[in-house]
């Protein structure tokens, strides 16, 4: 037999083919900033992701080179910027491969598609004694705007609850589809646990009682292979900043059956076919529930985030981030006195924690001094932190440019507040 050879660390060399988060971290200039006099370990994805280089350049040779406004004029530079600002709605059919661009209308973000949605089908729908079925684990955007919807219509918001380690409950979720239930509205993965919930089977069982499914795709559109016909839901929405992109713009996928019957929105410029004073005519999908003059150049920036995102490869981006949540997983559970909060068998790059004897917002004080960015709070899932009885967490998630380096800063610094608070 041989004898075992030194470990030695080898040099970083790119392997053809294979995902280097290294590589990928220096596509993003935000990655060279130093915090605190320590290198930036950015673990506030989920909040919102940084923008690579790619986009930044999309979005300067936009504004250096075609910017006018869209779909009004006759000169070049107002064609050339209808092209790029409806290049980019292609651009979100194809990433989520819809049958139609008349199927994607652009929005401020996954807060403004979901809020469209409970007004303007809502308010077709929901009649006294109706009831929307959301989860326990919604994110505040997936919650208020049908609180809002139901008490304008006379309709119930019901929440299915959530089993111990997070996870939907799926057959007490079945239990409460009723002849009541007008729309089922739930998250992808949750930003608060990181579960990650069944929509085959919850798509399939809404159906079953033809109720359409609204998905809040927020935290799953960057790290996943999004497929809305594969999910076969009737809705989808998410936020640019969440998928490498700018923020202030976002996109809601609906079925075009759906939005065919759906009244306007907003009224305004651009939504119209013609107007006068006694009544207006609307315009075709998608442009009848895009009012004013949209984010164009937001639009061009998520178009070239996806591209980018692209080029990296969804599954390859999907296993990376696998490898650190459960590298992540393994070491915060040896810190003593650390406790996971959401520990579904199905989850996404986020970690929620707590420390015994220290408030989440102290460790994330604590760790920003070290360089570590994370999130601390309830984080707009007020419902999911108390059903574990919690006011808040600290939140670890992950992102294309996360590496096993950053989880192993995150753990020396979490062992630092650990001698600090004894
Ligand atoms: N839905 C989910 C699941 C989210 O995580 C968020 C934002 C939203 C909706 C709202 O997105 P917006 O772009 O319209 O604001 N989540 C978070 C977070 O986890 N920390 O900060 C924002």
């Not at 939504?271 to 164009?296: C, H, K, Q």
């Amino acid at each position: 037999m041989n004898a075992p050879r030194a470990q030695v660390s080898p040099p970083h060399i790119a392997v053809p083919g294979e995902f280097d988060a290294e590589q990928v971290r220096a596509d993003f200039p935000i990655m060279a900033r130093e915090i605190n006099g320590r290198p930036l370990v950015y673990l506030d994805s989920a909040a919102s992701a940084q923008q690579p280089r790619a986009v930044l350049d999309a979005i300067e040779h936009y504004a250096t080179t075609t910017h006018a406004n869209v779909h009004r004029g006759v000169h070049t530079l107002s064609q050339e910027a209808t092209a790029a600002f409806e290049g980019a709605r292609e651009r979100v059919r194809a990433f989520i491969n819809a049958r139609s661009t008349r199927e994607i209308i652009f929005t401020r973000g996954t807060t403004e598609a979901i809020n469209l949605v409970a007004q303007s089908w809502g308010g077709m729908r929901l009649k006294p004694g109706d009831e929307v079925l959301i989860t326990h684990l919604e994110h505040h955007a997936n919650i208020v705007p049908w609180q809002m919807a139901c008490a304008a219509h006379g309709a119930r918001l019901v929440a299915a609850p959530l089993t111990a380690d997070g996870a939907l409950d799926l057959p007490a979720f079945v239990a409460l589809l009723n002849d009541r239930t007008r729309l089922v509205a739930v998250a992808h993965v949750s930003n608060a646990l990181g579960t990650v919930l069944p929509l085959r089977e919850l798509v399939a069982a809404a159906h079953r009682h033809g109720v359409p499914v609204l998905v809040d795709g927020a935290q799953a559109i960057a790290h996943q292979r999004v497929d809305v016909r594969a999910l076969d839901c009737d809705f989808y929405a998410f936020s640019g900043h969440k998928v490498y992109g700018p923020t202030g713009i976002g996109a809601l996928y609906a079925r075009e059956a759906l939005l065919a019957q759906m009244p306007p929105w907003q009224g305004g410029g651009d939504m119209i076919l013609s107007v006068a004073i006694e009544s207006s005519t609307y315009n075709d999908l998608p442009w009848r529930f895009e009012a004013g003059t949209p984010n164009i150049s937001g639009a061009v920036g998520l178009g070239a985030a996806l591209e980018y995102l692209e080029g990296l490869g969804l599954e390859a981006v999907h296993q990376h981030e696998r490898r650190l949540l459960a590298q992540a997983t393994a070491a915060l559970q040896e810190l003593p006195g650390l406790h996971l909060v959401g520990t579904a068998p199905e989850k996404a790059g986020v970690v929620s924690f707590t420390l015994d004897g220290v408030h989440p917002h102290d460790i994330g004080t604590l760790l920003d001094a070290e360089g570590v960015a994370i999130r601390t709070g309830h984080h707009c899932a007020m419902p999911a932190m108390s059903f574990f009885g919690l006011t808040a967490t600290a939140r670890a998630s992950f992102g294309c440019y996360n590496t096993s380096a950053d989880i192993e800063r995150l753990v020396t610094a979490l062992i630092k507040v650990r001698e600090v608070f004894g």
